[in-house]
């Protein structure tokens, strides 16, 4: 009994410096690349690539996909020629999605909104529908409008869809019809910004980013600020 | 002496209700919050505008919750003929059927996570509208929301 209770203090001593190794650990690792002296964690961000854009550097330099559907005016739309030389974003979803794509898309029209005209026009944003039953050329335009007006959307063939958004590592699956008559698509939800020096894919933006992280990336893309 | 009387049955049935009152608030915090009364109220209520005009629209607020815990069960709406509670994940959407109302704590709907979906809309929602939200609590009962219609683009806050 005694010494049982002589060690429980001893137990939450140790368990009280243990959790505040913890915090002490994760406050480095939080304030890691801000440039702190000694230990793992400097080292790490020393030997980490320094870019100045906020969006996830792809390792990897996805090719621009070989798509050709239809754009929406109903013409036929070849991705990697159309938008050759230019600074792209590219996303995929569909237009009876509540949530992620109209705030997604609605983010990068209001970041767009921020930098100067003559900059603005350096971005092709292209919008993929992943349920091209539903989303004709007129439904994607209306939709898009509310973002963007000059955003590109495209629809047609969803196999075409699927094997295009595959390389990039973004799932596209089937549409499922509900019950209600309600659509869900399964999507991935990031959007993929392409330079327009190579038309490969440098950087990546998961659903969830803010519009100024946003409007800091595009206005040093703009600026053609190397990532 | 009858007036005094009184007086003092006044005062003693006050002293009453307010012991009472200083039980039930004992009570609340003495059984974790699984018993106790939920103490609801909403926050931070809006629809964006669809972005296909009468189109599928989405719902987001925050309730906060100052007693136990509470489940929201549904929502319905004079506004629209089908709203549905759904969680984003990574890549698609599910349906829920129920979402927590944590005791003393907050049931965020918010972009990119839980939020309602809203379809059928009697007619299509315009900027500045303040539409009627019905939002059935297990133990609260329904909540009455009165909810504006904001930019597509809008946060709180903005």
Same mark, same amino acid.
């Given at each position: *009994?005694?010494?049982?209770?002589?060690?429980?203090?001893?137990?939450? +001593?140790?368990?009280?410096?243990?959790?505040?190794?913890?915090?002490? #650990?994760?406050?480095?690792?939080?304030?890691?690349?801000?440039? @702190?002296?000694?230990?793992?964690?400097?080292?790490?961000?020393?030997?980490?690539?320094?870019?100045?854009?906020?969006?996830?550097?792809?390792?990897?330099?996805?090719?621009?996909?070989?798509?050709?559907?239809?754009?929406?005016?109903?013409?036929?739309?070849?991705?990697?020629?159309?938008?050759?030389?230019?600074? $792209?974003?590219?996303?995929?979803?569909?237009?009876?999605?509540?949530?992620?794509?109209? /705030? /997604?898309?609605?983010?990068?029209?209001?970041?767009?909104?921020?930098?100067?005209?003559?900059?603005?026009?350096?971005?092709?944003?292209?919008?993929?529908?992943?349920?091209?039953?539903?989303?004709?050329?007129?439904?994607?335009?209306?939709?898009?409008?509310? *973002?963007?007006?000059?955003?590109?959307? #495209?629809?047609?063939?969803?196999? %075409?869809?699927?094997? +295009?958004? %595959?390389?990039?590592?973004?799932?596209?699956?089937?549409?499922?019809?509900?019950?209600?008559?309600?659509?869900?698509? /399964?999507?991935?939800?990031?959007? #993929?910004?392409?330079?327009?020096?190579?038309? !490969?894919?440098?950087?990546?933006? =998961?659903?969830?980013?803010?519009?100024?992280?946003?409007?800091?990336?595009?206005? #040093?893309?703009?600026?053609?600020?190397? $990532? | =002496?009858?007036?005094?009387?009184?007086?003092?049955?006044?005062?003693?049935?006050?002293?009453?209700?307010?012991?009472?009152?200083?039980?039930?608030?004992?009570?609340?915090?003495?059984?974790?919050?699984?018993?106790?009364?939920?103490?609801?109220?909403?926050?931070?209520?809006?629809?964006?505008?669809?972005?296909?005009?009468?189109? *599928?629209?989405?719902?987001?607020?925050?309730?906060?919750?100052?007693?136990?815990?509470?489940?929201?069960?549904?929502?319905?709406?004079?506004?629209?003929?089908?709203?549905? =509670?759904?969680?984003?994940?990574?890549?698609?959407?599910?349906?829920?059927?129920?979402?927590?109302?944590? +005791?003393?704590?907050?049931?965020?709907?918010?972009?990119? @996570?839980?939020?309602? =979906?809203?379809?059928?809309?009697? !007619?299509?929602?315009?900027?500045?509208?303040?539409?009627?939200?019905?939002?059935?609590?297990? !133990?609260?009962?329904?909540?009455? $929301?009165?909810?504006?219609? !904001?930019?597509?683009?809008?946060?709180?806050?903005?």
């Amino acid at each position: *009994m005694a010494s049982q209770r002589s060690t429980r203090p001893r137990l939450a +001593a140790a368990a009280a410096l243990a959790l505040s190794t913890v915090l002490v #650990l994760s406050a480095c690792s939080s304030s890691g690349g801000g440039g @702190g002296e000694g230990g793992t964690a400097a080292k790490v961000s020393r030997e980490a690539p320094t870019s100045q854009y906020q969006g996830t550097v792809l390792k990897k330099n996805f090719e621009k996909p070989d798509l050709q559907l239809a754009d929406t005016s109903g013409q036929p739309y070849d991705l990697k020629a159309k938008t050759a030389g230019k600074t $792209v974003l590219l996303f995929f979803g569909y237009t009876s999605c509540p949530d992620v794509c109209p /705030t /997604t898309m609605g983010d990068i029209g209001v970041a767009l909104s921020k930098l100067p005209a003559e900059e603005r026009q350096k971005f092709d944003v292209v919008f993929v529908s992943t349920d091209p039953q539903r989303d004709t050329p007129q439904v994607l335009r209306t939709w898009l409008d509310s *973002m963007g007006k000059d955003f590109i959307g #495209l629809t047609g063939d969803l196999e %075409k869809v699927k094997a +295009a958004a %595959k390389p990039l590592g973004i799932l596209v699956e089937d549409p499922v019809v509900n019950a209600n008559g309600s659509v869900t698509s /399964t999507h991935g939800a990031q959007v #993929l910004a392409f330079l327009p020096t190579d038309d !490969k894919a440098h950087l990546l933006y =998961m659903a969830g980013t803010s519009v100024e992280t946003y409007r800091h990336d595009l206005e #040093l893309l703009a600026k053609g600020v190397a $990532v | =002496m009858s007036r005094s009387f009184r007086r003092t049955a006044l005062i003693g049935s006050g002293l009453a209700a307010v012991l009472t009152a200083g039980t039930v608030v004992v009570a609340c915090q003495s059984s974790d919050g699984s018993a106790a009364a939920p103490r609801l109220s909403v926050a931070d209520p809006y629809i964006p505008l669809p972005a296909t005009p009468g189109g *599928m629209g989405a719902g987001y607020l925050t309730v906060r919750n100052e007693g136990g815990a509470d489940r929201l069960l549904k929502v319905t709406s004079p506004a629209a003929a089908s709203v549905t =509670m759904h969680r984003s994940t990574d890549s698609s959407m599910e349906e829920v059927t129920a979402l927590e109302v944590p +005791a003393h704590g907050t049931l965020d709907l918010a972009r990119g @996570g839980t939020h309602l =979906m809203i379809m059928d809309w009697a !007619k299509p929602p315009a900027l500045g509208e303040e539409l009627e939200l019905d939002l059935q609590f297990a !133990k609260a009962g329904t909540v009455v $929301v009165k909810i504006p219609v !904001k930019p597509l683009t809008y946060r709180p806050g903005d």
